[in-house]
Each structure stands twice: as C-alpha cells, then as structure tokens.
C-alpha cells in the first residue's frame, strides 16, 4: 500500500492539488482513522521539507509526517492515540523553521442564531463574526475568517502570513448560509490579506474584505487585520444627555467638511491633517464659530480621491488618510467634549464597479442585482444594491449600527435616497423595470429605508437620520407607523435651488422672481427640513457662493450675507459647507486646502464674523428654532412688496412674548421711515443687522430703542418705523430679549 493511498483517496488528492476539493476540512486537519482506532494529520504546506506533529500540552513532539508527494501534501499516524489534542505543526522549510497551529484542527467559530439573523435579513452586528475577528479559540488566540459567497466553488484567504498561496488556507464551507471561514492562529495585526474566490468556472477572483475595518491604499486595496486595542471613551456623559435630546425643538447648525480639504499641511501644503492636529484645529473652530454639529463627507476607505468617498469599496474600514481608527474615535470624543455633535455621510444607494469590490463578488451578482435595468446607476457608473436580498439588507443595517455604536457618530446622512426610491430614476423609459404592481416606486427600498430608521432610532436614541432627497416624495420624515419613510430630517433641496437662483438675478430683476424666496414657505411645514447649502452647490463650475452673485465686490458681500441672515431665520435647520462661512472666491478644490489666506481681507472677514454672530444669535433666540416645523412659528408681515425687493416676517417660539422680527432687503436701496409690523407692544432694538461697520458693510443701522406704536400694520397691532440696510437683513427683538446678544 503506497503513502497516498495509506492516507488519501487518490480523486481526494487531485481534487485538493486542483483547487477543486470543497469540503477540505474533512480531509485536512485531524481525523480518526477508517477503524477509528486511531488518528491522522494530513496538511497541505507547499514548500515544506519536512513536518513534525507536536503536542501543545508538552511541547513532545508526537510524530513525524511523511511527504505524500512533492506538491506539499503530508500524512501520518499519531501513534497509539486516539483522543483529539491540540497540536502544532513544526514545519521545516529550505531557509527557516516554523512552529504553526494547524487552522483545520480547529471547528467553526460561527454561531448558529448570528448565521440565522444574517440569512434573515435582520442582523444589526454582522461585523462581529464576518471580517477578519480577533477571538481566543481552546487557549489559542487568532483571527477568524468569515466571507460570504454562497455561489463559490471554493474560497481561501491569502496574505503575507502565508506568501499569498491559495493552497495554504482554504476556508470551511456552509452550504445553507453560503458563508466560509477559517481560523488562523499564525497571524499579525496590520497584515494585508485578501479573499481568492474560485467561481463556478474555476475562474480565480480576488476580492478585498467587504467587512474590512483597515484597508491598504490604492492600487494595492487589500484588507488589513486589525489592531487588538480599545479605545477609552471620554463621552458617557454626552451619550446620556443626547438619548433625552429633542433635536427638532433644538438649535441645529451644521458645518459640512471634507476632512482632505479643509485644511492641509507639510511643505508644498498637500499633506492630509491626522486627527490629532484636526483636534487642535477644526474642533476650536466650530466651537468658536457657534456650529451645533460637524457632517463628515464621507469616510469610509475610498480609492478614488475625485469621488470625495461617495464612492466606498470598504465600507468598515475608516479611510487611511487621516489616521487610524482609534484616531477617529479620538476626533469624535473631542467633538462631544465640546458639545458639537458629530454626523456622517454615509452611502447606501450606489457601489462603485472596482474589481476588488463588492461587483460580482463571488461571480455572481451577490450585492446587485443581475439585471441592469435595476442593478445599474448610469449617473454615476455604478450598481445598486439589491435591497430585496435579505444577507445584503443585514450588511447595510450593520454597517449602519457600526458607525453609531463604534464610533458614536450622532447620525447618518444619507446621500441620493430619491436614486434609491425611484426605479426610472434618471433612466430612458427602456432602461427601467416596474415593480409588481406596474409603478416606478422601488418598493424593496422603501421598505428597507423604513426599517433602517425605525432599527437605528430604537437602539440609538437622540441621534439624526437625514434624507437628502430631491423631489417630492411624500412622508419622507414621516413616521414608519404612518406609511412614511421615517427620517428625522430631509435636505430643503427645494429652497436651496429657488433661493441661489433669486441672488444670481441683478437686483434690477429680482422683482421678477421674488416668488423664489417666498414659494418655500408653501410646503415648509410638510416635512422636517434642513436648509443646506452643500458642497454640491460650490463645484463641478457652478462657481462659489460669491461668485454666483452679480455685481462689484461690495454688493456680492451684502448680498451674501443678507442671504445667510434671511437662512438663519427661514424655517429650518441650518448647513453649510466649509468656505461658505468666509466667502470663499473660488469653488471649492478637493486636491487643495481652502483659501484661509483671505481672512486677511476684511470682507471675508467680516463674512465669518456674521456667520459666527448668527449662530450665536440662533442658539439664544428659541423663536429660530423651536417650532422650526409648525407653521405657528412663523408669520409672514410682507411677502408681496416684490418691487422694492423686501420681505418682513416673524419668528415665534414657545413663548409667545419673546418673537424676532426679521426685514431682509434684497436692493441696493436704503428705505427709510419703514414702518414694520410688531406682535407686541413693548420697545424693540435691532440686535443685528448684516450692513454693521462690523461685518464690512456701509452701517445703514438702527441704534437705540424703538417704541412700539399702536398703529396697526402687516396684520400686528402695533409697529415701529425704522431704516432698512441695502442689500441687508436686520433682525428685531423686545428690548429685554437682547440684553446678551453680539451686536446691540
């Protein structure tokens, strides 16, 4: 009897060298022999010259393998033994000797109810046993391997643990879930490894980690084993005091970032900033320019540095360009320190087609669909994910709870949800599909979107959930329980259109579109809405806000912060994007730091200056905030005087007696002896007005107190008769209201 067959059936052999052998750890490993009279190890180690058994109990060695043949296959009795043990396999090599824990001595890591859950759709923590784990297996501790492709032949990792041969590490098959793992004990943290995947063909695909929490940088794009090290958090507090948050009822403000652009460093100014200067820097600056909540663009690992990561290939991993994952978490807990709450772009519509991505995964259309006329976004040259499959509705809602619960983000905002609810979005009507019942409606998105907001609200408490979404699919903030999708808050893509549209008119023409300031408040109370003006607003030639403006520099800055006054004091949450708040000249550059220069010129400097006394101005007056979604919180006093380009209206909080009253001017022209409309009858003072001196502008301002009289006006029962400020927007207190604000 010859070795092989001593200890191989020769089609087991054949199948195992070609790569075909699918079952391989009921052949490698340890097993009894036929007569299960005694055991067997057989291992497969190309390159070996020769392998020992030795026990892990006494270090003894227990036997010696015999080399079934030149390929690397090796075989032999444990001598009298017939107990299981655990064992090392001491592995002599041309240049080097090796002592290695032999991975198919070991059984399957997976539990029986995560498997479950996953299969079903519903599993929120899937990262914790698909990835690469860290875990401690009888006394050994390792890394435990888990991927998902069900229509694979055969899968095996491969890395710089073992010289990146398929052969080494061929991972267990479960047919019912599809799912393949392994558990390895001989590796290193921040080693590279990646899945190879043998398709139905016997094509060889190679594909990164789609669980990856550490990714290699482009072109390489291979996983990362993760660091075993925790991170002690710092913000239990901020985390009890947000679950009993009312974020609708609260200041909101957002500053929008994306972190390689904000500001850069190193000799030529085109170093990326790591988290630990971004602490030093960009965390001081929101606080000191009054922001309630920094939105990261996305970062999730990205290798095109053009998609400004909307485009994710790792979307576990932290992208590597400003430090590691703990330094993210750092960031985050000095956000809370601070009282800023911290919100991610987060991309659950569209995957880009990279080859070590999720496209045809393990050769087949796992995470798309097949068929293109729904598995395909053609904007954007990318796949859908096919949201009715139940292994990929568990790998959203998990990433999802990934970033909330690791990182304790605050919220997600949700880029291009009207591309997920639409099945003709942006299609000719042959490239699209029906839903069951001949609609346009992508009903397996709308139900996964339910389910995502009710999941993350339930088990993160005061966090945000954002839409941004374009059209006007009803309920979008809706409640679940009433049909609606269920966000907290919707981008106001509406007024942001109409209301950059109207200051891109020469003021000689603005009467013309006055109802582009006023149609907003038609639908504001529809759904609960931030007013945004994003990074999309300032790129792809569309100019910078200032640019979009007509006319001499000094009416481009009045107009532009007449504009954010009028937004500060529109219904609404507020954002904008980085820039934004000093006027930046040109559009926006993600290859470069912004202009920071400017604010040596004091325009821009006075344009920060206002941005920074509205936010302060918008936290002290509930009026601005509290009943942001009612339509009892706002009262117009003149929407119609469209020939001198004014609109007067007035906030209201819970308190009925503390309004602010706002006049925005949208003219060159200085009105005086305007009489404006007041809700009550005590003396009012003008807390700020964007044409002060302060802000660069020419000082049309109103000092002192102003009486109210008992003349009736724009529907109030009292008014003052004031000056209103060119190209200006000037906010209105009672007296006593104002006894802290910035600029009285």
């Known amino acids: 009897m010859t070795v092989e067959t001593l200890y191989f ?45 030795v026990s892990v109990k ?70 914790h046993f698909q990835g690469a784990n860290w875990r401690e297996h009888h006394g050994v501790t390792g890394v435990h391997f888990c991927v998902w492709a069900p229509n694979a032949k055969l899968v095996s990792v491969i890395g710089d643990f073992n010289l990146w041969n398929k052969q080494r590490h061929i991972l267990r098959r479960h047919p019912a879930s599809g799912l393949w793992d392994i558990f390895i004990a001989d590796v290193e943290a921040g080693q590279h490894y990646k899945y190879s995947i043998c398709d139905t063909n016997g094509n060889e695909i190679i594909k990164s980690d789609p669980y990856a929490v550490s990714m290699q940088p ?149 995470y798309e669909h097949q068929d293109p006329r729904k598995g395909e976004q053609p904007d954007w040259d990318t796949l859908i994910y096919n949201y009715g499959r139940a292994e990929v509705r568990s790998f959203l809602y998990s990433n999802a709870y990934y970033w909330l619960y690791e990182f304790h983000f605050d919220g997600l905002r949700l880029d291009a949800v009207s591309s997920m609810l639409y099945l003709d979005y942006s299609r000719n009507p042959d490239q699209w599909l029906p839903n069951e019942f001949g609609g346009r409606e992508n009903l397996q998105a709308i139900s996964f979107l339910q389910e995502l907001n009710a999941r993350m609200y339930q088990c993160f408490p005061g966090i945000n959930m954002i839409a941004e979404e374009s059209t006007a699919w009803p309920g979008v903030t809706q409640a679940t329980s009433n ?79 007449a504009y954010y006054g009028f937004m500060w004091a529109h219904p609404g949450k507020k954002l904008i994007f980085m820039g934004n708040e000093f006027a930046q000249r040109n559009e926006w550059n993600h290859n470069q730091s912004l202009d920071w220069h400017l604010l040596q010129y004091a325009p821009h400097q006075g344009v920060q200056d206002w941005v920074r006394d509205l936010n302060q101005f918008y936290q002290q007056h509930p009026a601005l905030y509290q009943r942001d979604h009612h339509s009892d919180g706002f009262q117009w006093l003149d929407c119609n005087d469209a020939d001198n380009n004014i609109l007067v209206f007035c906030r209201f909080g819970n308190d009925k007696q503390q309004p602010v009253v706002i006049v925005v001017n949208m003219s060159p022209q200085v009105y005086h002896d305007f009489r404006v409309g ?57 007296e006593q209201a104002g006894l802290d604000d910035p600029i009285a």
């Open 483 to 561: 049909n609606g999708l269920g966000f907290g808050f919707k981008w106001n893509m509406g007024w942001m259109n109409d209301t950059l549209r109207y200051i891109s008119c020469d003021p000689l023409y603005r009467r013309y579109h006055h109802s582009e300031l006023t149609f907003s408040l038609v639908y504001a109370f529809t759904e609960q809405f931030i007013l945004s003006l994003s990074h999309d607003e300032v790129v792809h030639g569309k100019g910078s806000l200032l640019h979009k403006i007509p006319g001499d520099d000094w009416q481009k800055f009045a107009t532009l912060r």
């Open 9 to 53: 059936e020769r089609g087991s052999e054949i199948a195992l060298l070609n790569g075909e052998y699918t079952d391989v750890f009921s052949l490698l490993g340890m097993h009894s022999t036929n007569d299960a009279k005694g055991l067997v190890v057989r291992c497969l180690l190309p390159g070996a010259l020769s392998v020992d058994v």
């Open 58 to 127: 006494d270090s003894r060695k227990v036997a010696s393998l015999e080399q079934v043949n030149s390929q690397g296959l090796f075989a032999g009795k444990m001598g009298r033994r017939v107990k299981p043990f655990n064992y090392l396999l001491r592995v002599q090599y041309p240049l080097c000797e090796q002592l290695i824990h032999d991975p198919y001595q070991f059984d399957s890591l997976l539990n029986p109810d995560d498997v479950y859950l996953f299969g079903e759709g519903s599993q929120l923590q899937t990262y």
């Open 678 to 734: 007041v809700p009550t009858d005590e003396p009012y003072i003008e807390s700020l007005n964007s044409d002060h001196r302060h802000y660069g502008g020419s000082h049309v301002v109103n000092d002192g107190i102003y009486k109210a009289h008992a003349t009736p006006w724009q529907g109030m029962p009292q008014s003052i008769v004031i000056t209103v400020p060119p190209l200006g927007c000037s906010l209105w207190i009672p």
């Open 218 to 366: 482009s072109p390489q794009n291979a996983s990362k084993i993760p660091v075993q090290e925790s991170y002690d958090w710092q913000d239990s507090q901020w985390l009890i005091e947000r679950a009993s948050h009312q974020p609708h009822v609260e200041p909101m403000s957002i500053y929008e970032v994306q972190l390689g652009s904000w500001r850069r460093t190193g000799e030529d100014g085109q170093d990326y900033i790591e988290y630990p200067q971004l602490i030093a820097e960009l965390v001081p600056y929101i606080k000191e320019m009054g922001f309630t909540h920094l939105q990261l663009m996305p970062i999730s690992e990205y290798p095109f540095d053009g998609s400004w990561g909307y485009q994710p290939v790792g979307l576990f991993a932290p992208t590597y360009r400003f430090g590691d994952a703990n330094g993210l978490k750092a960031f985050i807990d000095a956000c809370h320190q601070q009282n800023i709450a911290v919100l991610l772009d987060w991309v659950p519509a569209h995957f880009p087609k990279d080859p070590h991505g999720l496209a045809r995964f393990d050769g087949t259309c796992l």
